[in-house]
T-cell receptor
Framework: KQEVTQIPAALSVPEGENLVLNCSFT??????LQWFRQDPGKGLTSLLL?????REQTSGRLNASLDKSSGRSTLYIAASQPGDSATYLC????????????FGKGTRLSVIA | GAGVSQTPSNKVTEKGKYVELRCDPI?????LYWYRQSLGQGPEFLIY????????DSGLPNDRFFAVRPEGSVSTLKIQRTERGDSAVYLC????????????FGQGTRLTVV
């Protein structure tokens, strides 16, 4: 059974810092990995999708990497801003295009002005 | 619509009552998923539709939970004889079939059973 773990559970940083969020998964036979952002009381906003054949994806100040063989992904946020404060969730999809995502519990990020 | 739409946004019901939660996926998305999220947890899979059929319902917790998608677009999650433990945020997501399978989520329905 696929299990996804996110470390740390919570993180507080001063504005302007670069930071890394970690995600690990137990079964490396994944189709893709997706990072989401969730604001309090809201749904999930997709940030980045990495296919299993890719090593990284970038969008603005965000960069996500994938090391499938070791079962790890990182989300790098450059020059953090208070508006980045949210919970960040990592999810993996099994080795088929439309199987369900399996989520971690998320990392709650606070960026202090 | 442009995104996944879920109604109602909030639902308060009494223990033992029946509730229906609705999801309108992104137009053209044939895959639709229901998840449930409890406070402080990641979303947990409930059921997945490919078109009109339930391709995987292994996440439904018991037979009080049922979902339909009769025309391959809108889906309804139905919960019978609600219990306080059913209180959670119910999230719906949709994605295209094959190829680029990024999942897009709705804002969720917060269900409170009192």
């Amino acid at each position: 059974k696929q299990e996804v773990t996110q470390i740390p559970a919570a993180l507080s940083v001063p504005e302007g810092e670069n930071l890394v969020l970690n995600c690990s998964f137990t079964d490396s036979a994944i189709y893709n990995l997706q990072w989401f952002r969730q604001d309090p009381g809201k749904g999930l906003t997709s940030l980045l999708l990495i296919q299993s054949s890719q090593r990284e994806q970038t969008s603005g100040r965000l960069n996500a990497s994938l090391d499938k063989s070791s079962g790890r992904s990182t989300l790098y946020i450059a020059a953090s801003q208070p508006g980045d404060s949210a919970t960040y969730l990592c999810a993996v999809r099994r080795n088929s295009g439309n199987t369900p995502l399996v989520f971690g519990k998320g990392t709650r990020l606070s960026v202090i002005a | 619509g442009a995104g996944v739409s879920q109604t109602p946004s909030n639902k308060v019901t009494e223990k033992g009552k029946y509730v229906e939660l609705r999801c309108d996926p992104i137009s053209g998305h044939t895959a639709l998923y229901w998840y449930r999220q409890s406070l402080g947890q990641g979303p947990e899979f409930l059921i997945y539709f490919q078109g009109t059929g339930a391709a995987d319902d292994s996440g439904l917790p018991n037979d009080r939970f049922f979902a339909v998608r009769p025309e391959g677009s809108v889906s309804t999650l139905k919960i019978q004889r609600t219990e306080r433990g059913d209180s959670a945020v119910y999230l719906c997501a949709s994605s295209l079939t094959g190829g680029y399978t990024e999942a897009f989520f709705g804002q969720g329905t917060r269900l409170t059973v009192v």
